[in-house]
């Protein structure tokens, strides 16, 4: 692995959160100077071929890398955008039952206003 995948790695490995790569090339600048933005997305495109990582696609929001690869689902606040895992074990086998069909694999987005906006926003919504 070289260098420079080993630093994309570790910056999503060490964050608790859901990254960006303009977030993640930020953060890899401070380390390593000389690296190339084309070489982040490069990079972020090959973990996540790999099945090292995962993409996160979600409408309206700027494409996010997810250091987990365990099926999960998510939650997306609609005040601050703040993406959190969700784990929802049950549901894969309730779909699969409802449809008829074998589920190889689903993405879900729940979009909802954390405690936190809530708070902020005086509970309105």
């Known amino acids: 692995m070289t260098k420079q ?3 994309i790695l570790s910056i999503l ?13 930020f953060l890899a600048k401070l380390k ?3 690296i190339a933005m084309a070489t982040v997305y ?3 495109n090959a973990l ?5 990582i995962h993409r996160l696609h979600i409408d309206g929001v700027a494409d996010c890398f997810d250091k987990l ?7 997306l606040c609609q005040g601050c955008g703040r993406i959190q895992d969700v784990r929802l074990p049950t549901l894969s086998e309730q779909l699969a039952r409802e449809l008829g069909v074998e589920v190889l694999d689903y993405e879900l987005t729940v979009h909802y206003l954390c405690p936190e906006c ?4 005086g509970g309105r919504r």
């Open 32 to 34: 390593m100077p000389s």
């Open 69 to 75: 690869t365990e099926p999960h689902n998510h939650l």
């Open 13 to 25: 490995r060490q964050s608790d959160r859901h990254m960006t790569a303009d977030e993640i090339f």
């Open 5 to 7: 995948r080993e630093l």
């Open 48 to 52: 996540d071929e790999a099945g090292v």
């Open 42 to 44: 490069n990079n972020l």
């Open 118 to 121: 809530r708070r902020n926003a």
